[in-house]
């Protein structure tokens, strides 16, 4: 046969076809079949081959957005090579293709837009046609769409439709870790606007240049994309990506029902630092209810890892009171206080009445600062998630070793250059007895290795295993399993000198524990379309993962 079967791509249009090009892996045979032996080099050569070409590539270029920019185009032109590229050298590629190289990418977004880009740009003006645009430009229904809104970009705010290399930062990730099959996911921009004074005054900027939306306007085109969505693509899980504290939590509650939902700011977040910190506490034989918690910045992770150790707390059985009091929060305005004006309702949950902070030394500003914070409470737990760079400062840490004699300190915004503190700084300040785990990846400080609370190690498994079971919604049941299994896989779990997260190596088998304890818990909950017990469970599990093979 010299030409390819009717209806089958063949010759440059094979080749453009990311999911079906193989380049240099095509043999012989497909060569003659396909026409495409005048397109191709004289080698066939295996997949092995061409991931070690494509490592020769990265590692001369001598810049990360370089590298990110290489690694998207072999996105663009071969699906399988880029996802066995990232499986076979996950340490130096996750960082580029992910936190904390996406946030350059993102914020070059305009500047280096060029079509085509993968995933889809949802704009205000269309919200009468959004089922209609949905259904035009995916081949078939999506299992998984990851969505923003781009406000709340990791620690760099309103990013307009840049938003998007998050978007596809992450589906890579569903996939490196979990096996989430690419061509069934779908990453979206709503496109409302930006508040983003630079955007808006860039002539050149791709998105809507406009205003955000106001709350009225803004629910009604979320609501239409949530319905459309319903409609064109019935039981597809929503993972909601960086919205903006104050709309994200809200459109949690509001769709999480209408559709499998999951927040990973606020969801993915809280199990991650909350697994940590069981697993520290697990390590010093010491239980979650014996130190009060101090979370610096109450935005959507703060706050959502507070409620997520307010459960833990309870389930080791104290009230729902008792648990909110061993959390103290503290955001912009200093410590939360009950009733404060400018405060989030999910921070207030968390403020303190006016008598319990009576002795408390207030600053020039009138506010109770963190060193006030930790001096009064004496906390064994101190976490950050403000993107205050050095907010964790040696009085601080020093302040903290007055109380406990080994702090869990959890510097966790990114990217890098907004983190609280550096561990080597915490480490030197606390004579090695800080136990510390970060948002960002950072280099061992001498032996100690230094653990990412990175939210690979769950949001990846735990949506893996809604889509697979057919999850009706993604429960806080589902949730605390994922956090207990990645809790039961943390180093620090039996030596509290070793590392508070796993090694990125290690992040598949992590994964798929995470993915397996979120699916019984599904299915014991009722939750499980697909699956009526664990043998069943396991078994869509194994069916729905994918590999990057030929």
């Keep these: 046969m010299t030409a390819a079967t009717e209806g089958e791509p063949s010759g440059a249009a094979l080749l453009a076809d990311p999911w079906r090009n193989r380049g240099t892996a095509f043999d012989r045979e497909a060569r003659r079949r396909l026409g495409l032996e005048a397109l191709l080099p004289w080698q066939v050569e295996t997949l092995e081959q061409q991931v070690q070409r494509v490592r020769r ?13 290489l690694v998207q185009s072999l996105r663009r032109s071969n699906g399988v090579l880029f996802h066995r590229f990232l499986e076979e050298h996950i340490e130096a590629v996750l960082p580029v293709v992910y936190t904390p190289t996406v946030g350059r990418a993102v914020q070059c977004f305009a500047r280096d837009y060029r079509t085509p880009v993968d995933g889809l740009f949802l704009a205000a ?11 035009q ?5 999506p299992d998984l769409l990851l969505v923003t809104d781009s406000e709340g970009i990791l620690g760099l705010g309103d990013q307009g439709v840049g938003g998007i290399e998050i978007c596809l930062g992450k589906l890579a990730v569903y996939t490196l870790c979990a096996g989430l099959d690419p061509r069934r996911t779908l990453a979206v921009v709503l496109d409302v606007g930006t508040d983003n004074p630079t955007l808006l005054a860039d002539p050149l900027y791709p998105g809507l240049r406009q205003p955000r ?8 085109f979320v609501d239409a994309f949530v319905a459309a969505v319903a409609r064109a693509f019935p039981g597809a899980v929503l993972h909601w990506e960086d919205f903006g504290a104050r709309r994200g939590r809200r459109l949690l509650e509001r769709h999480r029902l209408r559709l499998p939902s999951f927040n990973d700011d606020i969801q ?24 009060p918690i101090v979370i610096f910045g109450a935005g959507s992770a703060g706050c959502g890892i507070a409620d997520r150790l307010v459960r833990l707390l309870q389930r080791e059985g104290l009230s729902e009171v008792e648990a909110r009091q061993r959390i103290w929060a503290i955001d912009r305005h200093g410590l939360v206080l009950e009733g404060q004006a400018g405060v989030s309702e999910a921070a207030l949950v968390h403020g303190r009445r006016a008598g319990e902070v009576a002795g408390f030394i207030r600053d020039a500003d009138g506010i109770i600062p963190l ?13 950050g998630t403000s993107t205050v760079a050095g907010a964790f400062s040696r009085p601080v840490i020093e302040a903290l070793l007055a109380g406990i004699d080994r702090p869990l300190v959890l510097p966790l915004s990114n990217p890098t250059a907004l983190a609280e503190a550096t561990p080597a ?3 030197a300040w606390s004579d090695g007895r800080a136990l510390v785990a970060t948002g960002s990846p950072f280099p061992p400080v001498g032996d100690r290795l230094i653990g990412q609370c990175n939210n690979c190690f769950l949001f990846p498994g735990l949506g893996f295993a809604a889509v697979a079971v057919g999850a009706r919604a993604i429960s806080d049941g589902m949730i605390d399993a994922a956090l207990e299994a990645l809790a039961a896989r943390i180093p620090a779990a039996a030596d509290p000198d070793a590392s508070l997260m796993p090694a990125l190596t290690e992040v598949q088998e992590v994964s798929a524990a995470v993915a397996e304890a979120a699916a019984l818990a599904a299915v014991a909950e009722g939750l499980a379309s697909r699956a009526a017990d664990a043998a069943a469970a396991r078994r869509c599990l194994e069916a729905a993962r994918w590999h990057p093979r030929y």
């Excluded at 590539?57 to 920019?69: E, G, H, I, S, T």
């Excluded at 060193?371 to 976490?383: C, F, H, K, M, N």
């Design 57 to 69: 590539a990265f590692d001369a270029l001598d810049d990360d957005l370089a590298r990110y920019a």
């Design 125 to 135: 003006p269309q919200q009468d046609r959004l089922e209609e645009l949905l259904l």
């Design 137 to 141: 430009a995916v081949p078939e229904p």
């Design 213 to 220: 939306l106001d709350d009225g306007a803004y629910d009604g």
């Design 268 to 291: 993915g977040t809280s199990g991650v630092a909350a697994a940590a910190v069981l697993a520290g506490c697990r390590g010093l034989g010491r239980p979650l209810t014996a130190a």
């Design 371 to 383: 060193l006030e914070v930790v001096r009064q409470v004496r906390p064994g737990v101190l976490i």
């Design 425 to 427: 700084d915490v480490l």
